[in-house]
């Protein structure tokens, strides 16, 4: 007995893969998001972090708008006010029930292995082994394969040097030196809950000077919200753009985007952060690591702006040290696929639809942002990004093969399709 493939194949269930099946499934689209729901935030960020990005820029994105996190959050009596961070554990229940009411029967946690090309279609194989023929595929990997660590750290052997995305309980760092490397909001809130964990932290920055976000202010005047209006990337008619309006990001030219991406929300450390930081974590600004070793504790070389040379000894690194994306990075394409990826640098190039060069294969989340903008390294981005995917979804599957000319043998299926 035949059964017919599905027409979408979402990789990756955080904000961004939720997103975007909800706005597919909504449009009639034989969907499945594969993946735990929301699985790196609740296992990749610490615990007792909170959320740098306001209530109102944190949305998932539903077409109907019915399951933004005020209607997750004000039912459970949880503040989601303005100017209140949210801690990461509510996020993730709130991402977790947004997947339950938006994306319904179309999540599936199992996750996928490989993706390769069958002719137009896709196949992806899941981790069980079973394959899955698609028409079309979205890859919403998020943050996790592109985690970035100095070269000067790559000599020393894990369990001395991590990424900070490794880690979820920091209690395990009690007693010990850790020094955490970045200015970023990563590393200053890893150092702040490295000591309430009762490590001994230190923060290495290459800065001058950490940069601190301003207190948000609720009651500005209506010539202050015309002069410096509120986004979700902050405010400013600049931040504004990159916000609201980011398919006008890609019409710039390629360096231009890669400056406004560098540059836009630099590295600082939240408003309600300093308190728990500033005189408490030892900070040596001004320096770069320039090289490591370790013997029975690790020693780094540090270099500072005038090219002088000296050491510390610590018992463990963090690199807090962002993101590099990179399709040679992405692990699920098969080496047909990745080599088949136009790029702008070394990120993957997207059409207005988020349509990689590869017919029917598509990019949202922390890979996008070379072509969109910064706003989709954040969850704000995740609005613009599911509407316009799910638009080139729709024409996409205009021009490929329909479920009923493809279909596959029924022991090839998953068991959700046996006997269908």
């Not at 503040?79 to 319904?104: L, M, N």
């Not at 279609?121 to 985690?147: D, K, Y």
């Not at 308190?275 to 900070?283: L, S």
């Not at 599911?386 to 043998?409: E, I, Q």
């Amino acid at each position: 007995m035949r059964a017919p493939m599905i027409d979408v194949a979402v990789i990756g269930a955080g904000p961004y893969g939720l997103s975007v099946a909800a706005h597919a499934t909504a449009a009639g689209l034989d969907t499945r998001v594969y993946g735990r729901p929301m699985e790196a935030w609740a296992r990749h960020m610490p615990r007792g972090m909170l959320l740098k990005s306001e209530p109102s820029a944190s949305n998932l994105s539903d077409p109907g708008g019915a399951y933004g996190l005020a209607a997750y959050c004000r039912p459970r009596d949880l503040s989601c006010s303005y100017g209140e961070p949210i801690p990461v554990e509510t996020f993730v229940d709130y991402g977790r029930w947004f997947g339950s009411q938006a994306v319904g029967d179309a999540l599936d946690a199992t996750p996928v292995a490989a993706i390769s090309t069958d002719g137009e279609l896709f196949t992806v194989e899941l981790a069980t082994g079973q394959p899955v023929l698609t028409r079309t595929v979205v890859l919403a990997l998020g943050f996790l394969p592109f985690a970035h660590r100095p070269a000067a750290l790559c000599g020393l052997p894990a369990e001395l040097a991590t990424h900070s995305s490794e880690h979820h309980d920091l209690s395990g760092f009690a007693d010990r030196d850790v020094t955490v490397v970045g200015a970023g909001q990563s590393a200053l809130e890893t150092a702040a809950l490295l000591l309430e964990a009762g490590a001994r932290p230190r923060v290495v920055a290459r800065t001058g000077e950490l940069a601190w976000n301003t207190v948000p202010s609720a009651g500005r005047s209506a010539i202050e919200r015309i002069l410096m209006p509120q986004s979700g990337l902050g405010t400013g008619w600049r931040s504004w753009v990159w916000s609201e309006l980011p398919g006008t990001v890609r019409h710039l030219p390629a360096a231009t985007r890669r400056h406004i991406v560098r540059t836009t929300l630099g590295p600082a450390g939240s408003w309600w952060l300093r308190d728990r930081f500033d005189g408490r974590v030892p900070v040596l600004l001004g320096r770069t690591v320039a090289g490591s070793t370790h013997r029975d504790e690790v020693i780094l070389t540090l270099r500072d702006a005038q090219g002088g040379l000296d050491t510390i000894r610590t018992d463990h690194v963090i690199a807090a040290t962002g993101y590099l994306v990179d399709v040679e990075r992405m692990g699920v394409l098969d080496q047909d696929l990745t080599r088949a990826i136009r790029r702008t640098g070394t990120a993957p190039a997207l059409s207005k639809h988020f349509e990689t060069s590869v017919s029917g294969l598509f990019v949202v989340g922390l890979a996008a942002a070379a072509t969109f903008g910064p706003v989709m390294r954040f969850v704000h981005g995740a609005r613009f990004a599911a509407g316009r995917v799910t638009d080139g979804l729709l024409s996409s599957l205009k021009s490929r093969p329909s479920c009923a000319g493809a279909l596959a043998p029924e022991g090839d299926l998953p068991r959700q399709y046996a006997g269908g």
